[in-house]
């Protein structure tokens, strides 16, 4: 995926946190998607949907851009103004409570948000699987714990996050939440490559939550946090 195409639509306004479009770079590379303008894709948690608008142009499918904290109605605003209105549908539903039709997406994406939410075992059984086809594939990157700190989020990170630091875990601890089950063929975890990257773009921005996480940086969040990769194949009909 070439980075390039999207530099207009990253900024301060867009961002979440580090940045999402390298992390989507990095998921894409590794596992390139080529759909058809009918088939769906799932983007969970889309924030201000700019992974949503390039998930999109990049695959052709049809895509649900889907949050908890942005409203549909301020989605499907920029959606329009970008020109990608009819082909993104705005949604503003709580994960762990989803409405969608059943077996419906060919692809679930999710960067920096499933770990708000999917952080225990049988989630992704009794929560996603659902909603997928079979065949699927399932594409996430999230921040986490680095795997030799594995069980240690609360004593290393809660000067920075708090209570939630017990939502950073370790890609060796997601690929066991995650787990296995019917439907799924199998679960990939990995630390991912974009992290310094992603990090210094978002702590470029001049934004508030960038300003606290600047604090954290040296101490905290560089010796102990990664990107966590996660891809989940999903299998064949019999
Ligand atoms: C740090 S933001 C990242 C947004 C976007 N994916 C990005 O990378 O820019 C985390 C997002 O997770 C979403 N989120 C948290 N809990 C959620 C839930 N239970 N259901 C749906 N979305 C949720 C929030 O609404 C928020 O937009």
Not at 11 to 16: F, G, L
Not at 115 to 140: N, R
Not at 182 to 188: L, T
């Amino acid at each position: 995926m070439n980075m390039d195409n999207y530099k207009a639509y990253i900024s301060a306004e867009t961002m979440m946190g580090p940045n999402s479009v390298r992390i989507l770079a990095e998921l894409f590379d590794k596992y390139p998607l080529q759909f058809v303008s009918d088939d769906r894709i799932l983007d969970l948690g889309c924030g201000k949907g700019l992974t949503s608008l390039i998930i999109a142009r990049e695959t052709g499918a049809r895509v649900f851009a889907n949050d908890l904290w942005i409203s549909a109605k301020e989605n499907g605003k920029r959606f329009a103004e970008w020109g990608v209105g009819d082909q993104i549908t705005p949604v503003c539903e709580d994960a762990r409570n989803l409405h969608f039709e059943k077996k419906q997406f060919r692809a679930l994406i999710s960067i920096d948000s499933y770990h708000y939410f999917a952080g225990s075992e049988g989630f992704f059984q009794e929560k996603i699987l659902p909603f997928m086809k079979d065949d699927g594939v399932v594409l996430i990157g999230i921040p986490g714990l680095k795997d030799e700190y594995t069980g240690c989020a609360e004593e290393l990170l809660s000067d920075w996050l708090g209570e939630d630091a017990c939502m950073f875990k370790s890609p060796k601890r997601w690929k066991e939440i995650i787990g296995v089950g019917d439907g799924i063929e199998s679960v990939d975890t990995w630390e991912m490559d974009c992290f310094s990257k992603a990090w210094e773009d978002w702590l470029a921005t001049d934004n508030t939550f960038a300003a606290g996480d600047r604090q954290h940086f040296e101490r905290i969040i560089k010796p102990y946090t990664c990107f966590v990769g996660v891809c989940i194949k999903l299998k064949k009909a019999l």
